[in-house]
């Protein structure tokens, strides 16, 4: 019933930037907390960052201070401004909302495609 595409992904160099975003459409009766995750080749995925509707925050260590996670909730929309870009950053990296779609009965987590970035040296 949630639909969540992302776009905004490619290649950067080294200290460049990049911005996510991922909006989520369909039947829509509410939207909690929504974030970004990543997973790089032989590695679990992991949260990245996440923000709830009210904007409070959370990231992973290593991202801290290098990337900010905001979102508008009248167009049901999360970003992952992405700056100071490493070679370590680079995965695929997913799109996630806890919400509520028209036939659910309480809150899921919904997932969009992923979308690769990928930082060069």
């Known amino acids: 019933q949630v639909q969540l595409v992302e776009s905004g992904g490619g290649l950067v160099q080294a200290g460049g930037s990049l911005r996510l975003s991922c909006r989520a459409s369909g039947i829509i009766y509410s939207i909690n907390a929504m974030g970004w995750y990543r997973q790089a080749p032989g590695k679990e995925r992991e949260l990245v960052a996440a923000v709830t509707r009210g904007g409070t925050t959370d990231y992973l260590d290593s991202v801290k201070g290098r990337f900010t996670c905001s979102r508008d909730n009248a167009r049901n929309t999360v970003y992952l401004q992405m700056n100071s870009l490493k070679p370590e950053d680079t995965a695929v990296y997913y799109c996630?909302?806890?919400?509520?779609?028209?036939?659910?009965?309480?809150?899921?987590?919904?997932w969009g495609q992923g979308t690769q970035v990928a930082v060069s040296s």
């Open positions: 996630n909302a806890n919400a509520r779609g028209l036939y659910d009965t309480s809150s899921r987590d919904y």
